[in-house]
């Protein structure tokens, strides 16, 4: 049993995602998340808004370079992941603490949305997490489309059977 609190916020992308790098090259992305609760005031019958939480975030790798490619300000997101404490000291002496998600899964909201998926397969020659090298002309990893079959999806489209 994991001895980390797992969390899944939904909410908007206060900014479009930060990536950076390690020293040791690994990249990094950082974002916040605003989730505002709604509930119905069944004696107005209106919508209230509640207090917004913001939850900053970080992902690893692969992930934070496909993050900051795939998502931006303003976006609904979904994400999954375990809460993370952090405690320090300011040079004037007072401690500070932080919350934050450290990210497992993250992807855009399709409720009100629509999205396009982009399979990538990476350079293994590279290495999945290689920073740039100089005299590299493009990124190590290219799109690699999902084929489906003609038809799918569509109901009676290429075949005689009803679709249930």
């Known amino acids: 049993m994991s001895t980390n609190t797992t969390l899944t916020i939904v909410g908007n992308l206060t900014a479009d995602p930060e990536l950076g790098f390690t020293t040791t090259g690994d990249a990094y992305a950082r974002f916040s998340i605003a989730s505002t609760p709604r509930r119905l005031d069944k004696t107005t019958g209106e919508w209230v808004d509640g207090d917004t939480l913001f939850l900053r975030a970080t992902c690893w790798r692969d992930q934070a370079s496909n993050i900051a490619e795939s998502l931006h300000k303003g976006q609904r997101v979904i994400a999954v992941g375990r809460l993370r404490q952090s405690t320090w000291t300011t040079e004037e002496g007072e401690k500070r603490t932080s919350i934050d998600l450290d990210v497992d899964e993250i992807g855009p909201s399709l409720r009100w949305a629509m999205?396009?998926?982009?399979?990538?397969?990476?350079d293994t020659a590279?290495?999945?997490?290689?920073?740039?090298?100089?005299?590299?002309?493009?990124?190590?990893?290219?799109?690699?489309p999902t084929p489906v079959p003609a038809g799918a999806g569509v109901p009676g489209f290429g075949d005689d059977q009803p679709p249930f």
Do not use: E, L, M
């Open 126 to 144: 590279t290495g999945a997490n290689a920073a740039p090298r100089a005299g590299d002309s493009a990124p190590a990893w290219q799109p690699k």
């Open 115 to 122: 999205a396009r998926v982009t399979r990538v397969t990476r």
